[in-house]
């Protein structure tokens, strides 16, 4: 069994949603690389990479957890 | 691998979201300008075998001069070399490019997707892995050579090697933002783009385990990355980030780099638990014991894996409460993996089962995986691990895990999928040949390596003591059989691609029920145009 699409409406909603999630894994990515050298600069890697940490968990329930039951 | 023609298509949707369709490159500008997800996973896979033999021409290198005491072969500095590169190349050339390529093949085939959502993107991925190849082996031709402190690449060697190291950390930086595009293009294709009815709980392991492994590795290859650049500017700009004589802290990289390196264990070993959940249901022609279990222990495991890197230098020097929580916290991760291990064996309970190849090497995977999954928890007691710590045993016990589980789930993966890929059923006695005789001589490579350990002969040494010696020879004789047993495999492979051998059904596999079966062999070019819906 297959189904339709249509080509318009539903293929630039995609390319949205698929830009978003990108921009937001990237994010994700910049802020570890920037967060690991930030918090050498500041001295206290524990406290920076806890905070870097604790926001990608949160931000990881979320994303997986609304698209659990899609 | 492909030897799908280009004007082989299903569906008939007209949006394709890129524009290969109309005027199709041939020759080497189809592989250089592709952005088809089956192109794509075809290069990763070959250039990973490439590497794979790379990589293996060092281990045998490393293992002949190894083979009685004394220096025989390399130079100190060179074997140093060599230890370094072939664990850097086995890991980001060999084992990470090949968990791609199977994903770039299955992924979009097990939802039911028409490709990946950035399809330039996915080919730029793959082509940003070369060069780093290549700037990795070139730098045994650098004055000073190539890196030789270790994979790890520790302070104070690494700040002081010479120009061989600045191409290293280029060549992981490169592989870094290779690993990082890959994951975010596996990440939304998997969200974004599966079939209509296809929820996320419906998913097949395979793309679970890549979706998991995926996040791990945007959250710890820009910490790498991070690593590597202080160690850059310490080298070349005068920071003092890890360089001791300006200030700096040796240690403070080796925690970095482990809060990088033991997630990275983990993005090696996911996808191949992956690929073993697709296999072991298939032919034990039962469904995957305990699925949402199984979904829950790799989250569990991936998650466990960010609070357990000091494990890898416990004789660093830690608070004792420390050494507790790095111990406790690494022997916690036994338990989600015993749940898939539990999993594995209960969904062959009273199966109808066969032992074809890619079961045989499945089967392999969870004898010698959970062995090396043992002497982990062994190495996770830090007083055992005080005495054990670089010694052979360690090399024997990641060995167990990355070999014989990698790259066995691999080689399974390889020989289930084959016949979709290239529409041709793989030589079965090659098969088994390959799969006992890799079996035989890797145990007879990695086992003795235990006793060596246990005796104390420390890793990264060209030259060891007498008593050593037997255990070193018989390794070495492993190590060459293991190696040539490969060859197999590649005439296998070889025979595969050229349409050598019986022509495979849609579904070879009677067991098998994900999506990728219901298309015919070789699967088409394009595929899931129009998606199908998933009841």
């Known amino acids: 069994m297959t189904a339709q699409i249509t080509p318009g409406t539903d293929g630039a909603r995609l390319r949205h949603a698929n830009l978003r999630t990108a921009l937001a894994v990237a994010l994700i990515a910049v802020l570890f690389f920037v967060g690991v050298i930030a918090s050498q600069f500041v001295g206290n890697s524990a406290v920076g990479m806890s905070v870097v940490a604790a926001a990608v968990l949160v931000f990881l329930a979320v994303a997986i957890g609304r698209n659990l039951r899609k | 691998m492909s030897a799908i023609p280009h004007d082989h298509a299903v569906g008939q949707n007209e949006d394709h979201g890129h524009d290969d369709h109309g005027h199709h490159p041939t020759g080497i500008m189809r592989w250089i300008t592709t ?174 385990t890549w979706l998991i492994t995926a996040y791990l590795l945007i959250a710890v290859m820009p910490v790498l990355a991070g690593s590597v650049t202080m160690l850059l500017t310490d080298r070349h700009f005068g920071t003092s980030f890890f360089n001791a004589a300006g200030g700096g802290d040796p240690v403070l990289f080796q925690h970095v780099f482990w809060f990088f390196g033991h997630p990275e264990v983990y993005i090696m070993i996911l996808p191949s638990f992956g690929i073993i959940s697709q296999i072991i249901p298939t032919f034990a022609r039962k469904p995957l ?122 080689f399974a993966g390889a020989y289930y999928w084959l016949p979709k890929w290239t529409g041709t059923m793989y030589n079965e006695k090659l098969g088994q040949w390959h799969f006992w005789a890799s079996m035989i001589f890797f145990n007879i490579t990695f086992f003795p390596m235990h006793f060596l350990g246990v005796a104390g002969m420390p890793r990264r040494i060209p030259d060891y003591a ?24 590649v005439i296998a492979l070889v025979k595969c691609i050229r349409g050598d051998g019986a022509k495979a059904p849609a579904k070879p596999w009677e067991g098998a029920d994900t999506l990728e079966w219901t298309l015919p062999s070789p699967v088409p070019y394009h595929t899931f145009e129009t998606p199908p819906v998933v009841q």
Not at chain 2, 159 to 166: K, R
Not at chain 2, 360 to 382: K, Y
Not at chain 2, 466 to 487: C, E, K, P
Request: net charge neutral; glycine share 10%.
């Open chain 2, 289 to 410: 014991f305990g699925y949402a279990s199984m979904v829950y222990a790799v989250a569990s495991i991936a998650i466990l894996s960010f609070i357990v890197w000091a494990h890898h230098m416990f004789t660093v020097g830690m608070p004792a409460a420390g050494l507790l929580f790095f111990m406790y916290a690494t022997m916690l991760i036994a338990v989600p993996t015993g749940v898939k291990v539990f999993n594995w064996l209960a969904t062959m309970w009273q199966g109808s089962m066969t032992f074809e190849t890619p079961m045989l090497f499945a089967i392999g995977f969870l004898f010698l995986f959970t062995m090396g999954g043992f002497t982990g928890l062994v190495l996770a007691l830090t007083p055992i691990d005080i005495q054990l710590q670089d010694t052979y045993y360690v090399v024997a016990h990641f060995h167990y895990v990355l070999v014989a589980g990698s790259l066995f789930a691999f």
């Open chain 2, 35 to 208: 952005t088809n997800h089956k192109d794509i996973g075809t290069l990763y896979l070959l250039f990973s075998l490439t590497m794979f033999f790379v990589g293996g021409c060092m281990a045998l290198t490393i293992r002949a001069e190894l083979f009685q005491p004394g220096l025989q072969i390399v130079h100190p500095e060179f074997f140093n070399s060599l230890t370094t590169l072939h664990g850097l190349i086995m890991i980001f050339g060999a084992i990470m490019p090949a968990a791609v390529g199977f994903a770039n093949w299955q992924v979009p085939l097990m939802i039911g997707a028409p490709d990946m959502a950035f399809a330039r993107m996915n080919n730029w991925s793959f082509w940003l892995l070369p060069p780093a190849a290549f700037m990795l082996i070139l730098s045994f031709f650098v004055p000073g050579g190539a890196a030789a402190g270790g994979w790890t690449l520790y302070p104070p060697l690494s700040v002081q090697a010479g120009m061989g190291m600045d191409l290293t950390i280029f060549a992981v930086h490169i592989m870094g933002a290779s690993s990082i595009m890959g994951s975010i293009n596996i990440i939304t294709t998997i969200l974004n783009m599966r079939a209509p009815g296809m929820t996320l709980m419906k998913m097949p392991m395979f793309c679970w």
């Open chain 2, 466 to 489: 007498q008593q050593f010696a037997d255990w070193n020879m018989v390794a070495s004789v492993g190590a060459f059989g293991f190696g040539l047993s490969q060859l197999i495999f």
